[in-house]
T-cell receptor, first 111, second 111 residues
Framework: DSGVTQTPKHLITATGQRVTLRCSPR?????VYWYQQSLDQGLQFLIQ???????AKGNILERFSAQQFPDLHSELNLSSLELGDSALYFC??????????FGSGTRLTVV | ELKVEQNPLFLSMQEGKNYTIYCNYS?????LYWYRQDPGKSLESLFV?????AVKQEGRLMASLDTKARLSTLHITAAVHDLSATYFC???????????FGKGTKLSVKP
């Protein structure tokens, strides 16, 4: 167990639907990162939060949004889902000054 | 924009042989990470290289960083089947900056 908890582990949903992925960082880590891994795009950085505030944005689609709550857990919301959104979504957390620990991921399948 | 190029992307090795994976990146980065990923699994941290000339070794793997050449290498010594996995390099900028991943090197070690 890495200490970063992601739920659910698997998700199957239909096109056009909306889903929420959840991430609890390691205790004490203020930074949370979301990554998408697919066969064609590889590992893509989506977004970073630090202590509740958005810090950096990567290749995140407008249909996707995220937030970090006061207890530091984070949620990634994916809406109007398309077949191409099927991927493994990872969350990572980071303590100061360095080091990143990844969760086990959520495998999203859009049918 | 920081771009990362790994090569080779696929590597088939015989047990007992040595080989090197190369990671080039396009702009200044002050630290670099190497990760291992088994199929369908999360990313496991191998090394973090924090400064120019840094060298880290763990078992049959050794990583180095040349920030002037914007190059990191992961050297495999006397490969064994258990090393079969995909290896990613990921430079980053600043403390807790987001990781930018290469496409990964899929290593297959055959008897």
């Amino acid at each position: 167990d890495s200490g970063v908890t992601q739920t659910p582990k698997h998700l199957i949903t239909a096109t056009g639907q909306r889903v929420t992925l959840r991430c609890s960082p390691r205790s004490g880590d203020l930074s949370v990162y979301w990554y998408q891994q697919s066969l064609d795009q590889g590992l893509q950085f989506l977004i970073q939060y630090y202590n509740g505030e958005e810090r950096a944005k990567g290749n995140i689609l407008e249909r996707f949004s995220a937030q970090q709550f006061p207890d530091l857990h984070s949620e990634l919301n994916l809406s109007s889902l398309e077949l191409g959104d099927s991927a493994l979504y990872f969350c990572a957390s980071s303590p100061f000054p360095y080091g990143y620990t990844f969760g086990s991921g959520t495998r999203l399948t859009v049918v | 924009e920081l771009k990362v190029e790994q090569n080779p992307l696929f590597l088939s090795m015989q047990e007992g042989k040595n080989y090197t994976i190369y990671c080039n990146y396009s702009t200044t980065s002050d630290r670099l990470y190497w990760y291992r990923q088994d199929p369908g699994k999360s990313l496991e941290s191998l090394f973090v290289l924090l400064s120019n000339g840094a060298v880290k070794q763990e078992g049959r793997l050794m990583a180095s960083l040349d920030t002037k050449a914007r190059l990191s290498t992961l050297h495999i010594t006397a490969a064994v089947h258990d090393l079969s996995a995909t290896y990613f390099c990921a430079p980053t900028r600043g403390s807790q900056g987001n990781l930018i991943f290469g496409k990964g090197t899929k290593l297959s070690v055959k008897p």
